[in-house]
């Protein structure tokens, strides 16, 4: 807990704004977050814990709050979340904790934006118990999961890299029902000005259980420097907090559904489920309904 905390005002104090200043619609963000706002949805009531890294000496530069900074890649992953979900309580674990991740009461949002790569050709994995009570929370629905797809430019999730390596930690949340693996677009699309997958993106593939869980959101690494699929997770993540603030009494499950069943073809050029998997997540369809099943 000691870690969390000091982790935590890291993050508050890495934003360095006002609450006034923070809870603006940034010029990266989809129009639905400033919408969902106006309504008073905030994910007030959720969690998000971020697991990432907040202890290294190497530094990203980039610019989510019109000014910029210099920070851990944890940091910015975790203040991209805080950004878009403001009233949610921000957790941050470093990635290489180890020890199992605590749930805390109501919603609980897990982002990772990272990967676990090794040769191809393992069968079980000798999971630590951090990974392995995150892919427990993904399979009995106690958590929703946000996890970058990966950035080996249109590989599937699941399949080997160039280099012969497979994510293991994406292997083994394919088919846990409040997982969910996200791409990168290049920005963020509408129907007028459809957008397309970033270059550097893996892809949801042949496996329609990935193309099931597998979302795709903008990316604007032209407005904020930061490039990868680890800075679409956190939108995700926001998006999830957000409805865990409307629909109070809905499971993680239903959360999970609920973005994946709503996201957007129409805002794609040239959409494929096997690129795109859903779609484009909608914050305002999957905000819509009065109630979620």
């Known amino acids: 807990m000691q870690t969390q905390s000091i982790i935590a005002t890291a993050i508050l104090s890495f934003l360095a704004v006002s609450p006034a200043v923070a809870q603006t619609v940034s010029p990266w963000m989809q ?3 400033g919408a969902a706002w106006s309504k008073g949805f905030k994910g007030q009531g959720t ?23 210099y920070g851990r890649h944890g940091q910015w992953t975790a203040t991209e979340a805080g950004m878009i979900a403001p009233s949610a ?3 941050g674990i470093d990635y290489t904790t180890g020890s199992s991740i605590p749930l805390a009461k109501g919603l609980n949002v ?22 392995t009570s995150i892919i427990n929370y993904a399979k009995n629905g106690s958590a929703i999961i946000s996890k970058s797809a990966g950035n080996d430019g249109g590989v599937a999730v699941g399949a080997s890299n160039r280099k012969g390596q497979i994510d ?4 083994d949340l394919i088919g ?33 259980t990935v193309q099931n869980q597998f979302l795709s959101v903008g990316v604007e690494a032209n407005k904020t420097n930061l490039y990868g699929t680890s800075f679409a997770a956190p939108i995700v993540s926001g998006y999830a907090s957000i409805l865990g603030s409307k629909f109070t009494k809905a499971t993680p499950t239903q959360i999970t559904n609920q973005l994946l069943n709503t996201a957007r073809t129409d805002t794609i050029a040239g959409y494929k489920p096997a690129i795109y998997g859903r779609g484009e997540a909608s914050l305002s369809r999957a905000l819509a309904p009065v109630a979620i099943k």
């Open 89 to 91: 309580v921000l957790r």
């Open 47 to 69: 969690t998000i814990t971020v697991i990432d890294d907040f202890r290294s000496n190497s530094v990203l530069y980039g610019n989510l709050n019109g000014r910029i900074q």
């Open 110 to 131: 897990l982002n990772m934006s990272y990967g676990m790569l090794a040769p191809a050709g393992y069968g079980a994995v000798g999971w630590s118990a951090q990974e």
């Open 31 to 33: 129009s639905d977050v």
């Open 168 to 171: 293991y930690l994406n292997r």
């Open 176 to 208: 846990a029902k409040t997982a969910i693996f996200v791409g990168a677009l290049n920005a963020n699309g509408t129907p007028t000005n459809p957008t397309t997958m970033a270059s550097y993106s893996n892809i949801a593939g042949s496996n329609t």
